[in-house]
């Protein structure tokens, strides 16, 4: 059976400082990957996608950057930083016809 | 105007009561429609997916899409305590982009 796998589940980050989420799923190849952010009474908001190894879409021009390294594996990433990018970051794989399969979440505070 | 409007609530009802979960959306090109159940701190889990308009019943959940007036609902029999989360309704063109309502919180009182 497929899972994802998404950590830290919680972070604490001062401004200004580098960050950087992984996302791994196991029981699948070539997945189509998801990164979202959940803030309050603002639902999910998608950030990044990507359908194959290096080929990264972006939705929403912003402080944070995605890679995928590997057929299996997304990262999310920032340089600095700012403290508008609090929120709960989830990883999916999916798409149509089946869905999203979610990840367990980081919630991220910038202090 | 968003894509996809759900009233947040909250919603508490007595266990064993019927739950009724909406969302209203503006986009008539919609063809594809799910429901999520997010514990708290959780990531959301697909519970229904439909396409087009009727019914899907699965268990005590029943998903039902209205595209001629652009209304989803998600209806949940005998409800328990456990059922107590937010509902995140979702909508596709077809392609591998959802869009999400922003989630009605719902509590099921023992």
């Known amino acids: 059976s497929q899972t994802i796998h998404q950590w830290p589940a919680t972070l604490v980050q001062p401004v200004g400082s580098p960050l950087s989420l992984e996302c791994t799923v196991e029981g699948t190849s070539n997945p189509n990957l998801y990164w979202y952010r959940q803030a309050a009474g603002r639902g999910l908001q998608l950030l990044f996608y990507?359908?194959?190894?290096?080929?990264i879409s972006s939705e929403v021009p912003q402080n944070l950057s995605a890679s995928r390294p590997q057929d299996r594996q997304f990262i999310l990433s920032s340089k600095k930083l700012l403290l508008s990018d609090s929120g709960f970051y989830l990883c999916a794989w999916g798409g149509f016809g089946y869905g999203y399969t979610f990840g367990s979440g980081t919630r991220l505070t910038v202090v | 105007q968003k894509e996809v409007e759900q009233d947040p609530g909250p919603l508490s009802v007595p266990e064993g009561a019927i739950v009724s979960l909406n969302c209203t959306y503006s986009n008539s090109a919609f063809q594809y429609f799910m429901w999520y159940r997010q514990y708290s701190r959780k990531g959301p889990e697909l519970l229904m997916y439909?396409?087009?308009?009727g019914n899907k019943e699965d268990g005590r959940f029943t998903a039902q899409v209205d595209k001629s007036s652009k209304y989803i609902s998600l209806f949940i029999r005998d409800s328990q305590p456990s059922d107590s989360a937010t509902y995140l309704c979702a909508m596709s063109l077809g392609g591998n982009q959802f869009y999400f309502g922003t989630g009605t919180s719902l509590t099921v009182i023992p």
């Open positions: 990507s359908v194959g190894i290096g080929q």
């Open positions: 439909t396409y087009s308009s």
